[in-house]
């Protein structure tokens, strides 16, 4: 609202990023109080970042004539680049083998897989975290404030507000964007726990993060031809039903490639979700309140992410497995789709 308000979302970008960067400084200190305040911190700063790029990627998209998937997938690159690091190194870092033959370096690429004497929880994971979070802040610095049109620059005042309580269609489609982060957050937040407790190697999981993002990737830059062809309420209920089969399949699986090669789905689940999910935002926004709406939406996926962490962890905790999340999770995208399809009446 503050970036609405004030025109001025380049700098309210710069001023987040830079409050992240410093975010995990009370986090090195190792006790929990301080930790607990850092991500409080961090979460205040973070979670408007996406509303407010977004937007910014939607405006630049039209101003330029481009798609805005093909803006969006470089989200996507950022992830997969740290996705193959971190398990690498957790893996490489867990290995106890000297190099002393052409054998050697043979068994260390043959180790990786293996999944020993991993730490899971190495510290240097917080300090490559820290420095990405720098970086961020340093790319904002060359973000600029775009010119508006004249019938952009009414002032947007809190009134303007009530005005997204009474478009039905968009909270009917907040409940969908609820349901289906609750899965996706269940998914990120116990498919490590999962590998881990298939006794797999922290590269399977890279591997199988890797093979999500580059389908996500995929989907992004098809995306504009995916959206000359179908409605923005159909392209979510498929990703919602890919989801299901994708869901499933984790659950009944312990193999492997298998666990990989089913990232391929990722491609609906996050990349074609996201990428339709964000354009009808656009479409469903007044335009003077593009990024307010655009926010609002990302708090929907916010109150996703809170539940889908907690319901995941608690029936974790009851069942000492992830598998009963995972056939949970495909039941709520079956509520997702009837949502959708309800929406269109709307």
């Known amino acids: 609202w503050i970036s609405d308000r004030t025109q001025k979302p380049a700098l309210m970008l710069k001023l987040l990023a830079f409050g992240l960067a410093l975010s995990f400084i009370p986090i090195l200190s190792g006790q929990y109080f301080l930790i607990f305040i850092g991500y409080a911190i961090f979460g205040f700063f973070s979670n ?58 043979l068994l260390i690429f043959s180790s990786v897989f293996e999944g020993k004497n991993i730490n899971w929880s190495d510290p240097i ?32 005042g809190l009134a303007d507000m009530k005005l997204i309580f009474k478009n039905k269609f968009f909270l009917v489609f907040l409940l969908v964007v609820i349901l289906h982060i609750i899965c996706l957050r269940s998914y990120f937040f116990l498919f490590g726990i999962h590998v881990q407790s298939l006794n797999l190697s922290p590269t399977i999981l890279s591997i199988a993060f890797a093979v999500g993002t580059l389908a996500e990737i995929a989907a992004f830059y098809s995306f504009g031809f995916l959206k000359k062809k179908f409605k923005l309420e159909i392209l979510i209920a498929a990703a919602a039903a890919i989801s299901i089969i994708r869901w499933s399949v984790i659950a009944n699986s312990s193999s492997p490639v298998l666990l990989i090669l089913i990232q391929i789905l990722h491609s609906a689940s996050s990349g074609l979700f996201i990428a339709a999910a964000v354009s009808l935002v656009a479409e469903a926004a007044e335009s003077k309140m593009l ?10 996926m916010a109150i996703g992410n809170l539940i889908g962490t907690y319901v995941s962890a608690l029936t974790f905790d009851m069942f000492k497995s992830a598998v009963p999340v995972f056939y949970f999770i495909s039941g709520l995208e079956g509520a997702a789709i009837v949502l959708i399809l309800l929406s269109l009446k709307l």
């Open 48 to 105: 408007p970042i996406g509303g407010i790029s977004d937007s910014l990627a939607i405006l630049k998209a039209k101003e330029k004539g481009k798609d805005f998937g093909k803006i969006r997938v470089w989200a996507s690159i950022g992830w997969l680049g740290a996705t193959i690091v971190i398990g690498f190194v957790l893996a490489i870092k867990g290995m106890k083998i000297e190099i002393k033959s052409a054998s050697d370096i």
């Open 125 to 156: 994971v917080i300090f490559v975290i820290i420095g990405g979070f720098v970086l961020t802040f340093v790319s904002a610095l060359g973000f600029k404030e775009r010119k508006y049109e004249k019938k952009d620059t009414a002032k947007v």
């Open 291 to 300: 990024v307010t709406y655009q926010q609002v939406y990302n708090y929907a």
